[in-house]
Nanobody, 123 residues
Framework: QVQPVESGGGLVQAGSSLRLSCAAS????????MSWFRQAPGKEREFVAA????????FYADSVKGRFTISRDNAKNTVYLQMNSLKPEDTAVYYC????????????????WGQGTQVTVSS
């Protein structure tokens, strides 16, 4: 099992950058696909980015491609989401999630979730 804990959210202006971190407890962290999802008020939870267990494979939602970068450090049991050129529409609670099988964009396929961190982008 892994227990993700997100950090790094905050209030920033449009065009700014922010880096989210997700520290996961558990010795088997390197066996898990890790992903970021987000949920804005009144909207469904949506996929943002995923990274394979080794870090060699990544996948992004079209809305963030070219602006966000997901990475992981298995020695630190941590996954990151570097967010550049932030837009007001990026405002949401960002969640870190883990699963042991292949990458997927469906939030229902993930077994372990963090509590979320708020990102607010002002115009």
């Amino acid at each position: 099992q892994v227990q993700p804990v997100e950090s790094g959210g905050g209030l920033v202006q449009a065009g700014s950058s922010l880096r989210l971190s997700c520290a996961a407890s558990g010795r088997s962290f390197r066996n898990y696909v890790m992903s970021w999802f987000r949920q804005a008020p009144g909207k469904e939870r949506e996929f943002v980015a995923a990274i394979s267990w080794s870090g060699g494979g990544t996948f992004y939602a079209d809305s963030v491609k070219g602006r966000f970068t997901i990475s992981r450090d298995n020695a630190k049991n941590t996954v990151y989401l570097q967010m550049n050129s932030l837009k007001p529409e990026d405002t949401a609670v960002y969640y870190c999630a883990a699963r042991r099988r292949a990458m997927t964009t469906n939030w229902g396929d993930y077994d372990y979730w963090g509590q979320g961190t708020q990102v607010t982008v002002s115009s």
